[in-house]
DNA sequence: CAAATTTGTTCGCTAAGCCTAACATTTGAG
DNA sequence: CTCAAATGTTAGGCTTAGCGAACAAATTTG
């Protein structure tokens, strides 16, 4: 019982199990029913049944009208889904020449069926990669992530320069336009200024050097380190 | 409705639409409903129902007792699952470094589960490849299967030299008793004999010379082509 | 702080896929 | 050619994962 392995999870078990952790990964704020259905495109209803399902089966606590947190065992399988969709986003990207902005909805399938055995040997082809395409860090096998430090875009004060270390994969067509930009992981830029009442954020790039100006929702998208 | 991808099918009905073509694909006999349950793990019932289903959504024909045919619509589903399957087991093994004998279930799974756009892009990466570990054929993206010739081992003639073109992938216990005696696709070997009432045929191979006595089921899952 | 709004839960229903049990049809052995 | 055995079908139930509607609790607002 202790020892099940992730793959005995149903599909919707494991959505919802790596949803409550990546919420957590970059907010300390413990997600919300609500919140969950519109990310997952199910009904409130739908979550609210399956959350007291977790419950029962001990991989998450959960009170009527209470929050919502991951079990151990329930972190463990989270994060093994996170292993597996961010090993088959890398895979994708350096093996099949996939560009970084179309793997997440591919990989959000697979992670469902894959074997331990087929992630192992990825995970081995690939070199034992940390970060995926996104920058975001690939748990190791024994369940440990690595967590990068960071803070958003929108938060970086203005005249530091900076290299981005993630960008959120949540929107495709978001990474998209980032591309467009040539906005990608380690790519290096100074924080022009911060217009507060208009949301908007200019940074400077350089080869070509340009300036752009991003909206809340993109700065809030893309994580930096100081450089 | 004609344009129909492969992918909006049920995984349940693109198992069933995969067996009926491979059972015709080296023999002739159409499949029944109750070694379609056998090979596939349920029972007779649920066999029935989900081809009255399909009968329903054009993909077969079949009336209560009849016999079970794919139509031209079916028959480009399970072809391109067929593609699926064999495309996948070659990647897995080209690319992966897996052993010919351990694909199958693997890609038994992932062939639910793949988009066309990755199935291309291993295609591409493949070089195109015509036969999949096994020496089955591998459909072309226009669901043209080309067919190889070949005969079962159990119905070689005595005398004859020949190689081995496909080996049956339906019990990966027997691919591991084959890989340690030698044998896979494109192997040489001579048929010293066949002792009919003990269902025994006995081959010679090459490098290091030896002989092998086959059971029939085993003389039965091996094709091969005069060389 | 009371009322209105938002958020979460429960309940009854649906569809897919599976099951068993009972029944119908076909096959093949004598 | 008959009838028993084998094969196929139908009917009724179960589970999972959805839904909407009705209701309960919590939060926000006036």
Redesign the interface.
């Known amino acids: 019982m202790d020892v099940m392995p992730v793959s005995d999870l149903s599909p919707a078990a494991q959505d919802y199990l790596k949803l409550i952790w990546s919420a957590t990964e970059w907010s300390p704020a413990p997600i919300t029913v609500s919140v969950m259905a519109e990310r997952l495109g199910v009904r409130p209803s739908t979550v609210s049944d399956g959350i007291k399902k977790l419950a029962g089966q001990g991989l998450v606590t959960h009170a009527p009208y209470g929050s919502i947190e991951l079990t151990d065992a329930g972190r463990a399988h989270a994060v093994a889904m996170v292993r597996r969709h961010r090993l088959l986003e890398t895979f ?1 990207v350096d ?4 560009g970084w902005d179309e793997v997440h909805d ?1 990989a959000e ?2 992670e ?4 331990d ?2 992630i192992d ?2 995970d081995r ?1 690939l070199g034992h990669p940390t970060r995926d395409p996104h920058g975001d860090p690939i748990p190791g096998a024994d369940g440990r992530p690595s967590m990068p430090k960071g803070t958003q875009l929108s938060a970086a004060a203005a005249g530091n320069t900076v290299a981005i270390t993630r960008i959120s994969d949540a929107d495709p067509q978001m990474l998209r336009y980032f591309t467009e930009l040539g906005l990608a992981p380690d790519t290096r830029l100074t924080v022009t200024e911060h217009r507060p009442y208009a949301d908007v954020t200019t940074v400077r790039v350089h080869e070509p050097e340009r300036d752009i100006d991003l909206g809340a929702s993109a700065s809030d998208a893309i994580w930096v380190v100081a450089v």
């Open positions: 994708l093996v099949l020449g996939y591919e399938v697979l469902h069926a894959v074997s055995t087929l040997r990825m082809k």
